[in-house]
Nanobody
Framework: QVQLVESGGGLVQAGGSLRLSCAASGRPSILYPMAWFRQAPGKEHEFLAAISWSGGRTYYADSVKGRFTISRDNAKNTVYLQMNSLKPEDTAIYYC????????????????WGQGTQVTVSS
């Protein structure tokens, strides 16, 4: 069983920054390609960023490119999402996911999901 737990969400002013963390239960899970998605109320899950198992390759949605950065530290079994220049429209529940193939932008390409962490950006 692979378990992922997100943390680092909270309330932030527009223009501010947050860093989300996704902790895996063990080394096997952290070696999967990983990704971040988000879901706002009444909206579909939105792909944000993905990273290879080694961390050497990254992928971004146009909506967050230049503002968000995905990284991973396999020694710590943790994937990060650094979010800068946050906007009210970034308000959502943020999820990390582990998949079988790197760079996937669809929910169906990922097998394991965290419980999500709330990010709220105020005006």
């Amino acid at each position: 069983q692979v378990q992922l737990v997100e943390s680092g969400g909270g309330l932030v002013q527009a223009g501010g920054s947050l860093r989300l963390s996704c902790a895996a239960s063990g080394r096997p899970s952290i070696l999967y390609p990983m990704a971040w998605f988000r879901q706002a109320p009444g909206k579909e899950h939105e792909f944000l960023a993905a990273i290879s198992w080694s961390g050497g390759r990254t992928y971004y949605a146009d909506s967050v490119k230049g503002r968000f950065t995905i990284s991973r530290d396999n020694a710590k079994n943790t994937v990060y999402l650094q979010m800068n220049s946050l906007k009210p429209e970034d308000t959502a529940i943020y999820y990390c996911a582990a998949g079988q193939r790197e760079g996937g932008q669809r929910r169906s390409e990922y097998d394991y999901w965290g419980q999500g962490t709330q990010v709220t950006v105020s005006s």
